[in-house]
């Protein structure tokens, strides 16, 4: 099947979330649980006519195996289609390409696509997790941790661009204006912060510093999307939001593999180099299919673990060059009022790392976005969108294009 034929074949006509508050604590399945329920009166369907389920990795904090069949027994689903996706947290965006191929293919009807994690309000962050995406052979070792990791790539990026640590500390800033108006953020609740309180925050791993990095939490979120037919969708709800384009692509599992990449045919830059990614190839893909251009694009969520990622993300989606990124930022253009509103929930800086569950929290805030129904800011008359996934070191990149328009 040419994948470009499934533009705008396939829409989400269900959305459900559920959140943790600061100080709650909650399984992973219990929230799933509230937002599949929302996701099927959102849509307006009995779960009896879900015939496809599909989820992303299993949540930190219940890595049980099968965790999809899990999710089905719990939920009372019995799906004749039905498998995880895991290229790392980015395959819960790729969920949604595998749905819309599951039903433009017959496969299934209406397929359910699920994430949820509570890791942070279950787990100690120091017990494993911290060394998670490390080589255990040639990195783990040696005591690195994911900062250590994404630092080189940070002091790389700073050596040949010019990147400053102002650039970058203007995400942190960015990612806070919209965290403050989020309800369920893990960092509004601080307040306004300057790119000085960033810079003058305790050094993580140099030069990332503590507002650098994503935070652990909130304690849990859950999300779930109900994707069927275009066909099905002007019939089931009255904002359905259609697929548009999908782009995926892969460079490594660890840093030390990525160094070894000395050739591929796509544009990587000059190899080998820390400091390009999957975004760029991925990003024009989605792009190409859906037909749009950047200035047809409202809101972009990107998966930004780290400041810096999100000046990286930006320059390979081709908005502007990582060297004036930070400049692009400081003047507001990622901002409510900006060319390119971003991380409108605060991102994985400000709004949090719950667990695996972040790049659905990022599609469950596009999808928000574009229905006019934000819980934080709303972007103003934002039709189209976005949303970038990123998994392990840079590694696995995955980007969605979303529009109200069929």
């Not at 994948?3 to 959140?19: E, P, Q």
């Not at 990587?268 to 251009?293: C, D, F, I, W, Y």
């Not at 929290?361 to 970038?388: F, I, M």
């Amino acid at each position: 099947m040419n994948i470009n034929r499934l533009k705008a074949k396939a829409a989400i006509v269900g959305i459900g979330d559920s959140y943790c508050a600061r100080d709650e604590r909650r399984t992973a399945l219990s929230l799933l649980m509230e937002a599949i329920r929302k996701a099927l009166d959102d849509a307006g369907i009995e779960k009896g006519a879900i015939d496809g389920l599909l989820s992303g990795r299993a949540p930190m904090s219940d890595m049980r195996p099968q965790w999809n069949n899990i999710v089905a027994s719990y939920a009372k689903i019995t799906p004749r289609l039905s498998t995880e996706i895991t290229t790392h947290a980015g395959g819960m965006n790729g969920m949604l390409k595998h749905a819309a191929i599951a039903v433009e293919a017959g496969v299934a009807e209406y397929v359910l696509c699920v994430g949820a994690d509570a890791a942070a309000g279950l787990m100690d962050v120091k017990e494993g997790i911290s060394t998670l995406d490390a080589d255990p052979e040639f990195e783990q070792p040696y005591g690195v941790i994911i900062p250590t990791l994404y630092a080189q790539i940070a002091s790389r990026l700073m050596h040949e661009s010019g990147v400053t640590e102002e650039d970058i500390s203007s995400v942190s800033v960015q990612c806070q204006d919209w965290a403050i108006h989020h309800p369920f953020s893990a960092k509004g609740h601080k307040g306004p912060i300057t790119a000085e309180m960033v810079m003058a925050s305790r050094m993580v791993s140099s030069p990332l510093r503590l507002w650098h990095c994503a935070t652990w939490g909130p304690p849990g979120t859950a999300g779930a999307m109900i994707v069927t037919r275009a066909e099905n969708a002007r019939h089931l709800s009255r904002e359905p939001i259609y697929l548009h384009g999908f782009g995926e692509f892969h460079t490594h599992e660890y840093i030390t593999d990525r160094m070894g990449l000395r050739t591929s045919a796509h544009d990587l830059g000059r190899l080998p180099n820390l400091t390009t990614s999957g975004a760029k190839v991925a990003a024009e893909a989605a792009l190409q299919m859906s037909g749009m251009g950047l200035d047809e694009l409202h809101v972009l969520q990107t998966a930004s673990q780290f400041a810096h990622i999100e000046l990286m993300v930006l320059a390979e989606f081709g908005f502007i060059s990582v060297e004036a990124a930070g400049a692009f930022i400081r003047a507001g253009e990622t901002g409510p009022r900006g060319r390119i509103p971003t991380n409108t929930n605060g991102g994985w800086l400000s709004f949090g790392q719950p667990g695996v569950s972040c790049v659905m929290d990022s599609l469950v805030e596009a999808v928000r976005q574009l229905r006019g129904t934000a819980l934080g800011l709303q972007v103003p008359a934002a039709v189209t969108g976005a949303v970038h996934s990123n998994g392990g070191i840079n590694a696995c990149h995955n980007v969605l294009i979303l529009s109200r328009n069929p």
